[in-house]
């Protein structure tokens, strides 16, 4: 876009260019995006570039053995190689970052631009609702849900999802009422674009980066969720696995088998911790304000 | 200031009462009933348990029972522990909760204020560094991560404390530290930040240049007003020690009410599940009216907004 208005290019500055550099010069941040690109690369193609072990083969005769050269991480005690069902436990836990995240996402955003645009007493209502569901302990009734009913991971991220929106619509909300009587709205309502063109093509952009700041931080609070719901077994069943339940699984017998603690725990928090930096550096870079 | 609070207790309400009927609902719409465990029940028994809970009227008519029971303050027996009321049951488990939870409380806000405070004070140094870096870390140690490494470590290991149980004061404190430092390390960062933005202000130099001494200026008239961020982070943070007693009180085999409730949805125990959530809900409402009241106690701007 911003090439068209000066012969000379390095002199022009745009909002995303500025917002590169601010990230690229976030060490930290640039590790984290990386790691976390690796760890999605690695889950998802791992399971087919190493088939030697299957995650929920069973095989007492190798029951519980500690890190070896057949076996990188160790076994649980029913044989299962660690390292693969750690792959597949990624896939899960996060698939259902990615997943709940959209679902957040979408219904966060369009709730909120709704609200900030319409305004009046539409928006209070709205907001008034979002209050209201902020009050009730949302993690109780993610649990509720899971007991009840069947423990399906597909209703896992919906719930999570539907938990997760509140605080999307918040933010939002508030940066659409902060622009929508800007000139620019104005000049398309002149032009008659219509309400819809108004909020997708004009308010939501401007909006962008704080959305994808916030994005990125709700992932980690999600694979957080799922996981607490995996650790007290009412998340993802064995034989699948998930990073929660294989934390689970390690806790219980970590008194004589440390492996099966030390490794899950210690990559799901090197994941949450990547996936913070990430976050903080956009958050730098796109929003210096925030 | 009365007329504040009035207001909030009047919103409480219907919070309260969308709590009840939400829960209402789902333990009413999901499968399976607090009847059907591995021993079969006779068809004749499983009718008359049905008959003497009032299982059998029409689904209104029981919820309106349940609404004016619980007005009452009366949560019913309990289907699964027979011998004891709803009441009775919460009665028992919540203190051993509350103590676990007010702990972690103190830990989270003493260590969070201090570390927080000390970053902020010494800036760009070193030192600030590498506690922000620490805090970092234990927001990506949850609950049930860090609870099972440290019993790992001091029970397993070391042999400082019991793995589990709760039996005398030295049980209470490797339950409360997973808790208590995950929620430690956010108050530390909202503490550094607000405070550098109060430091920044003409206020604090004013009070330099009158010549009051570094801690009087740092103290009482910096850390004072940086603390307003952390009032409303309270609100969630107590929600999520509730939720986190869950994880904790399962890894640590402590009978609280967190282990009931989980065990409860797990046997359908329906009026067990219904009183505890709302007995959480009830607290976490109560909780936050406290915060809001105490925050526009502090800040005259909520009270009139």
């Known amino acids: 876009m911003s090439e068209r208005y000066g012969e000379n290019k390095e002199q022009v500055s745009s909002l995303w260019r500025d917002a590169r550099e601010r990230l690229f010069a976030h060490k930290l941040a640039i590790f984290g995006g990386c790691f976390f690109f690796l760890m999605i690369l690695f889950c998802a193609l791992g399971p087919f570039i190493f088939t030697k ?46 997943a709940a995240t959209s679902v957040a996402l979408l219904i966060g955003v369009l709730y909120g631009a709704i609200a900030g645009f319409v305004g009046g007493a539409v928006d209070s209502v709205m907001m008034r609702l979002v209050e209201i569901m902020y009050s009730i302990p949302f993690t109780i009734f993610v649990i509720l849900l899971m007991t009840l009913f069947q423990r399906n991971i597909y209703l896992l991220f919906i719930a999570v999802g539907c938990v997760e929106w509140l605080t999307m619509a918040r933010i939002v909300r508030g940066q659409i009422l902060a622009i929508r009587h800007q000139a620019f709205v104005e000049a398309a309502e002149c032009m008659g674009a219509g309400n819809s063109r108004i909020i997708f093509s004009h308010l939501i952009p401007n909006v962008l ?60 928090s090197l994941t949450l911790f990547s996936l913070n930096f990430l976050g903080d550096g956009l958050r730098d870079a796109l929003d210096p304000k925030g | 200031m009365l007329k504040y609070i009035c207001k909030r207790l009047l919103q409480a309400i219907p919070v309260l009462w969308v709590i009840i009927t939400i829960t209402y609902l789902m333990v009413r719409m999901a499968p399976g009933d607090p009847f059907t465990d591995e021993k079969q029940t006779s068809p004749q028994a499983r009718a008359s348990l049905e008959a003497y809970y009032g299982l059998n009227d029409p689904l209104p008519t029981q919820y309106y ?43 989270a806000l003493i260590l969070g204020v201090a570390a927080g405070a000390f970053a902020a004070l010494r800036r760009n140094t070193f030192l600030d560094h590498a506690t922000m870096s620490v805090t970092m870390m234990g927001i990506c140690l949850p609950t049930f991560v860090l609870g099972p490494l440290l019993v790992l470590v001091f029970a397993h290991w070391l042999r400082w404390f019991n793995p589990s149980g709760w039996y005398d004061p030295s049980d209470w404190i490797l339950p409360s530290l997973p808790l208590g430092l995950y929620y430690a390390a956010y108050i530390a960062r909202l503490t550094r930040a607000s405070m550098l933005e109060v430091l920044s202000q003409n206020f604090i130099q004013t009070a330099r240049a009158k010549g009051l001494s570094e801690w009087v200026v740092t103290v009482k008239h910096a850390l004072r007003l940086s603390l307003l961020p952390i ?44 009183g505890t959530v709302l007995f959480y809900g009830t607290l976490i409402v109560v909780f936050n009216l406290f915060v809001d009241v105490i925050q526009a106690m502090l800040n005259p701007k909520i009270r009139y907004s």
Do not use: C
């Not at chain 1, 299962?80 to 899960?92: A, K, N, Q, T």
């Not at chain 2, 609100?235 to 609280?256: D, K, W, Y």
């Open chain 1, 53 to 98: 072990y299957s995650y929920q083969e069973i095989n007492l005769s190798y029951g519980a053995q500690g890190p070896s050269a057949d076996h990188w991480l160790g076994t649980d005690e029913k044989g299962r190689d660690i390292f693969i069902r750690i792959l597949y436990g990624g896939r899960i836990s996060i698939g259902i970052g990615l």
């Open chain 1, 209 to 268: 980066g704080p959305i994808i700041v916030y994005a990125t931080l709700t992932v980690p609070s999600v694979m957080l969720l799922e996981s607490f719901i995996s650790f007290l077994g009412l998340g993802v069943q064995p034989p699948m696995s998930s990073w929660g339940l294989l934390i689970r699984d390690g806790a219980t017998k970590m008194s004589i088998y440390p492996w099966l603690l030390i490794f899950p725990a210690s990559l799901f």
């Open chain 2, 65 to 107: 029972r349940y609404l004016v029971n619980v007005l009452k303050g009366d949560l019913g027996p309990s289907y699964k522990n027979t011998a004891y009321t709803v009441n009775e049951l919460i009665g028992q488990s919540f203190p051993v909760s509350l103590t676990l939870g007010l702990i972690s409380f103190a830990i």
């Open chain 2, 231 to 274: 009032v409303s982070f309270a609100g969630p943070a107590f929600a999520g020690i509730i939720s986190g007693s869950f994880v904790i009180e399962t890894i640590f085999n402590i009978p609280g009410l967190g282990k009931f409730f989980v065990e409860a949805a797990f046997n359908r125990d329906y009026t067990l599940v219904q």
